[in-house]
């Protein structure tokens, strides 16, 4: 069983460069979040999705962007990276009926430098 | 707005040793969950546990047990006989029905840095 597949797993890339995280799921849940783990920080939401075409905003959505155009699929994308985006990414999704039960990938490193 | 405090950053304790994980919790709402998740050294986040607001049981599953207080908004947890393989960071969220209907995700607290040593 997959469940939820983050790609790439580690990436650098350099100040004002774009990238884009891929997130994939294959239990067929609606709900799906982005969340950024910081050192001693905890785990704090980007953007989440309730379904296909819909998206909205979370704790620091500040220079991210989403789109969510399939029920499996939730890129998160970094316009203009800057190190302040250094972090840990996790992609994550639930059902309805989970009650935040969320199911996690396996995390993307990403480095700004 | 909802906030879940982990006030212990480091716990550090011998082997077979029992210890407990504090986890307090602010929510307005009624209706709530409250969780537990676990991320041993490689990094994933795994789901050890769900509360929901009506239920003040005591749940226990092995050398896990979990002790939810109202009165005090603490949801706590405790292992039993500590093992090495119990070494992770231990995170405590909070999902609030209502006003997120919980679909906007999980509050998480910053979590607690278990090490178990042998």
């Known amino acids: 069983n997959a469940g939820v597949t983050q790609t790439p797993k580690f990436r650098i890339l350099k100040i004002g460069q774009s990238m884009t995280l891929q997130c994939t799921q294959d239990?067929?849940?609606?709900?799906m979040y982005w969340y950024r783990q910081d050192p001693g920080m905890g785990l704090k939401l980007i953007y989440y999705?309730?379904?296909?075409?819909?998206?909205d905003k979370g704790e620091v959505p500040n220079g991210y962007n989403v789109s969510r155009s399939t029920t499996e699929d939730f890129p998160l994308r970094l316009e203009l990276a800057a190190p302040s985006q250094t972090s840990v990414y996790f992609c994550?999704?639930?059902?309805?009926?989970?009650?935040?039960?969320?199911?996690f990938g396996e995390g993307s490193r990403l480095t700004v430098l | 707005a909802q906030k879940v405090t982990q006030a212990q950053t480091e716990i550090s304790v011998v082997e077979k040793e029992d210890v407990t994980l504090d986890c307090v919790y602010e929510?307005?709402?009624?209706?709530?969950?409250l969780f537990w998740y676990k991320q041993p050294p490689s990094g994933e986040l795994v789901f050890l546990i769900r509360?929901?607001?009506?239920?003040?049981q005591n749940e226990i599953s092995g050398r896990y047990s979990w002790n939810f207080q109202k009165s005090t908004s603490s949801f706590n947890f405790t292992i039993t006989a500590s093992q090495v393989v119990d070494s992770a960071v231990y995170f405590c969220?909070?999902?609030?029905?209502?006003?997120?209907?919980?679909?906007?995700?999980?509050?998480f607290g910053k979590g607690t840095h278990l090490i178990i040593q042998p």
């Open positions: 969220a909070l999902s609030e029905a209502e006003s997120g209907g919980g679909a906007d995700g999980l509050t």
């Open positions: 929510t307005r709402d009624t209706t709530y969950y």
């Open positions: 999705s309730v379904g296909a075409g819909i998206t």
């Open positions: 239990m067929n849940h609606n709900y």
């Open positions: 509360r929901n607001s009506f239920d003040e």
């Open positions: 994550a999704s639930s059902t309805p009926q989970g009650l935040g039960e969320l199911f």
